[in-house]
C-alpha cells in the first residue's frame, strides 16, 4: 500500500538510470544512513563493535570485492583471502617504510599492489573454468600462506612471525576507539559500495555478466574475454586487498600469516553464496549471516538457561551452523538478496493479492 | 509482386563478403569442404540445408569463432585466413544464435546495451565514478537502445529479467542486441526456429524491416522453407558440407540436386 512506484514518472533517462528509482527506497536508505551514522554511535556497546559491527563493515567490503569476480564475472576463487594478505602486508610495509604516507594513500596503494598480484593469478582464468579454476586459485592461497611466513623481510623479521600497526590516522584524526574505528570503516564501505554499484551497471559490468552468462556470445558481440575477466579480478583484488589492509590495521591491529588462511577464503565464499551472487546488497546479508549466526548460536543455550559445557557448545555450534548454510541453500538457492527481492515485490502488491 | 521485388533488385549492391573453398574439420569429421559463396551488400542470402549440413558451422567460420583448415574469406576488400571475433565485431558483422545465447542474469535493456559496448569509450576510472564523460555516454547509448527497443516493440519488458521472458520474445532481444552494435552484416542462425506461425510472421516482418530501413546485409539460416522462399534474395544449399546449389529461390526449387537431399532419391 506504501511501498509502490505509482506515479513516479520518469522524464529523462538519468532519472530512469539513477540508482535508487524509487522514492519508498530512497527514503529507506536515507533512514538507514541516519541510523548508521547518528543512532547506532550512542546505543552499541563496545563488545557489539568489536566483535560484530566492525568485522561486519570490513568482511562486507572483502565479500563484494569477492562477488565482483565470482558474482559478476563468474570466475570462481578459492584463494582470496591470499589478496586480503598481500593488501594487509603491502600496508605494513608501506606504513612501516614510508611512514610520512596518508592512510589513505596507503589504502589504495595496498589495493593496487592486492590487484597486481589477483592479475598475475587470475591468468589461469584464460583457460579454465568453473571448479578447475578454482582449484588453481587455491595456488594464491598456499602460495601467499607460504611467502609470509617464510619470507622474513615482510614481517621485518619479527621473531614470532606475527606484526604490529600502530593506530591508523587520517589527516590528524587517530582512530582508536571502538566508535571511531566504526564510523571510519563505515564511511570506506559506503564509498566502496558506491563505486562497485557504479561498475556493474556500467559498460564494465555488463562485459562481466555477459562473460559469466555466455562467454561465446560475449565474444561474438566484442567483448575480450582477456580484458573482462582481467579486469574482474584486478577490481576484486583491489577491493579485498583493502578489506585485508583494514582488517589488519583497524580490526587486528597485531596479525601473523594464518589470519587469511583458507578458512577465510571459503568464509568470504559463503558469505556471497549465502548472501547472493552478483548482488551488492547479498554480499552485506551473507557477511551478516556468517558473523552474526555463530554469536547467536553461543548465546541461545545462555539465553535458555541450559547448562551445557563450553566444549560442547562449541561443537554444538559447527553443527548448527552447517546446517544452516544447508538450510539456507535449499530454501532460496540465490540467497538472502533474492528472499528480499521477493518481500519487496510482495510488499508493493500488498495487502491484496495480485 | 514483380514490381515489388524487382525494387529490392534495385537496391542490392557489389559483393562485400566473399568465401572461397573454406574447409573445416573436427577431428575426422567434416563438417565443411571447399564451400565457396558471396554475399551482396544490403540483400538477404540464406543458408539452407539439411539438418547436420554445416550452415551453423559456416556462420561459425565467419564469425571468428571456428578457424578453417583451408580458405579464404574476402570482407570489405581484405583477404582472411581466419577471423578475430572482436575484429569481427569491430568490423560490423553482428550474429544472433540458434540455441539462445543470452545473457540471461541481466534484463532485456542491459542485454541490448551490451550491444553497445564496442562503441563505448569512457576508461574504468570514470565508469567508478559515474563522472560526466562516463554518465553521458551511458545516456547517449541508452538513446540508441530505446529506438532498438521501439523497433522491435519490446517496451514492455526493458526491466525484465531476459531468463524469465517467453521463447519467442528471447529470440527478439538476442535480434535487438545484435542489430545495437548497428552491424552492415547480420548473421541470422534459425530466427524462427521453435516459433508459432503468428511469432514467425513478426520475425519476417522484423528481418525485412531491418534490411529495408538500415540498409543491412543479412544472411540468415532456416529450416522453414516457406519463409526462406518468400523472404530471401538468393539461396545457398549445403547438404554434407558441400555446396550442393546457390541462386535465386525459383532456381534453388527447381535443382534437382536440391531437390534429392531434401526429399531423399529413390535408388
Known sequence: MFYRENGQFKSSYASDQQMLPILQDRLFMAGLLVIAFAAVPFFATDYLFLSLLIPFLILALAAIGLNLVVGYCGQISLGHAAFMAVGAYAAYNLVLRLPQLNFLVVLVLAGLIAAAVGLVFGIPSLRIKGLYLGVATLAAQFFMDWLFARVKWFTNYAHSG????????????????????????????????????????????REWMAIRDMDVAAEVIGIR???????????????????????????????????????????????????????????????????????????????????ISTAMASHLEFMIFGALIVFFLIVEPHGLARLWAIGKEKLRLWPFPH | MTGESSARAGRIGEVILAVEGVSLAFGGVKALSGVSFDVREHEVRAIIGPNGAGKS???????????????????????????????????????????????????????????????????ILLQAMRLGPALREEIEHREVVEGIIDFLEIQAYRKTQVGRLPYGL??????????????????????????????????????????????????????????????????????????????????????????????????
Not at chain 2, 78 to 89: F, G, K, L, N, Q
Open chain 2, 170 to 267: 528471447q529470440k527478439r532481444v538476442d535480434l535487438a542486441r545484435a542489430l545495437a552494435m548497428e552491424p552492415r552484416i547480420l548473421l541470422l542462425d534459425e530466427p524462427m526456429a521453435g516459433m508459432n506461425m503468428e511469432e514467425k510472421q513478426d520475425m519476417c516482418r522484423f528481418i525485412l524491416d531491418v534490411n529495408d530501413q538500415f540498409g543491412t546485409t543479412i544472411v540468415l539460416i532456416e529450416h522453414d522453407m516457406s519463409v526462406v522462399m518468400d523472404i530471401s534474395d538468393r539461396v545457398v544449399v549445403l547438404d554434407y558440407g558441400k555446396k550442393i546449389g546457390d541462386g535465386s529461390p525459383d532456381e534453388v526449387r527447381a535443382n534437382q540436386a536440391v531437390v534429392d537431399a531434401y526429399l531423399g532419391v529413390s535408388h
Open chain 1, 225 to 307: 574475454p582477456v580484458y573482462a575477466k582481467l579486469t574482474a579480478f584486478a577490481v576484486s583484488s583491489f577491493y579485498v586487498g583493502v578489506a585485508g589492509a583494514l582488517w589488519g590495521f583497524v580490526h587486528l591491529g597485531s596479525w601473523e600469516p594464518l589470519a587469511f588462511s583458507l578458512t577465510l577464503s571459503l568464509n568470504l565464499l559463503f558469505m556471497i553464496i549465502i548472501g547472493g551472487m552478483g548482488s551488492l546488497l547479498g554480499s552485506y546479508f551473507g557477511a551478516a549471516f556468517i558473523l552474526m549466526l555463530p554469536i547467536l548460536l553461543n548465546q541461545v543455550p545462555a539465553m535458555l538457561g541450559v547448562p
Open chain 2, 57 to 123: 558451422s559456416m556462420l561459425n567460420v565467419i564469425n571468428g569463432v571456428y578457424h578453417p583448415q583451408e580458405g579464404t574469406i574476402h570482407y570489405q576488400g581484405r583477404e582472411y585466413h581466419d577471423m578475430d571475433p572482436h575484429e569481427v565485431a569491430l568490423s560490423g558483422i553482428a550474429r544472433t544464435f540458434q540455441s539462445l545465447a543470452l545473457f540471461k542474469g541481466m534484463s532485456v535493456l542491459d542485454n541490448i546495451m551490451s550491444g553497445r559496448n564496442l562503441k563505448m569509450r569512457s576508461n
Open chain 1, 162 to 205: 606475527s606484526v604490529q600497526t600502530a593506530p591508523v590516522e587520517v589527516f590528524g584524526w587517530i582512530v582508536d576507539t571502538p566508535v571511531e574505528k566504526y564510523l571510519f570503516l563505515l564511511v570506506v564501505l559506503i564509498v566502496f559500495t558506491l563505486i562497485a554499484k557504479n561498475l556493474v551497471r556500467s559498460h564494465i559490468g
